[in-house]
């Protein structure tokens, strides 16, 4: 499955983003979706992650209650709805999903995601 991310941009402190991930070359009902960021001179770092069929999911203890993933098997998407967004939210987010080897919530690390998306820039300023 190859997947594109997009919707960053520029958004001051408090302000919202919502970013998608189009998935083509197979339908992502099969797959855990999940969100990833690196911010510049780090490792990247979990976000969110959301099972196959969507009746899981669970988010890095830094965004939770802020942060909320979904997806539309439908229409082949997912979704990161950023609210309340901090200057450390700054990074280049990433969608990635896994067929067969995520499980969420337990099992939801970098590794275990087979099929990676270009970034899309999210900036927070101050």
């Known amino acids: 499955v190859q997947l594109q991310a997009s919707g960053g941009g520029l958004v001051q402190a408090g302000g919202s983003l919502r970013l998608s991930c189009a998935a083509s070359?197979?339908?992502?009902?099969?797959?855990?979706m999940g969100w990833f960021r690196q911010a510049p001179g780090k490792e990247r770092e979990f976000v969110a992650a959301i099972s196959w069929g969507g009746s899981y999911t669970t988010y890095a203890v830094s965004v939770k209650g802020r942060f909320t993933i979904s997806r539309d098997n439908a229409k082949n998407m997912v979704y990161l709805q950023m609210n309340n967004l901090k200057p450390e939210d700054t990074a280049t987010y990433y969608c990635?999903?896994?067929?067969?080897?995520?499980?969420?919530?337990?099992?939801?690390?970098?590794?275990?995601?087979?099929?990676w998306g270009q970034g899309t820039l999210v900036t927070v300023s101050s």
């Open positions: 990635a999903a896994g067929r067969g080897t995520v499980v969420v919530p337990t099992g939801c690390e970098a590794i275990n995601f087979g099929s």
């Open positions: 070359g197979d339908t992502i009902s099969g797959y855990a």
